[in-house]
């Protein structure tokens, strides 16, 4: 397992923008995938973007157009920008990181969506 420290958590309107980031705290491969997954209570943890370090990106419907994920190589830190956003967005956003053998996630950050 890789430790990934996120952070980024907040309350927000709905409409307004929030920015998560996540960075490995131990030593990863240079090839690898960065996503974010999001949970409520009483349901599964579903997918919401994912790149890779060769520039696949990948979101799920709900959130393409509003979503952007980044990854920048030199930090290994993957960011999730999030505009417009809506109440239907809150959750616990969690990243991942997959390098094959290897895995991680992050301890999960609270994103609220509220008026």
């Known amino acids: 397992q890789v430790p990934l420290a996120e952070s980024g958590e907040g309350l927000v309107q709905p409409g307004g923008s929030l920015r998560l980031s996540c960075t490995p705290s131990?030593?990863?491969?240079?090839?690898?995938?960065m996503g974010w997954y999001r949970q409520v209570p009483g349901k599964e943890r579903e997918f919401v973007a994912r790149i890779t370090t060769s520039g696949s990106i990948q979101y799920t419907d709900s959130v393409k157009g509003r979503f952007t994920i980044s990854l920048d190589y030199t930090k290994s830190t993957v960011y999730l920008q999030m505009n417009r956003l809506k109440p239907e967005d809150t959750a616990v956003y969690y990243c991942?990181?997959?390098?094959?053998?290897?895995?991680?996630w992050g301890q999960g950050t609270q994103v609220t969506v509220s008026s």
């Open positions: 131990a030593m990863i491969s240079t090839a690898y995938t």
């Open positions: 991942n990181i997959d390098m094959g053998v290897r895995t991680g």
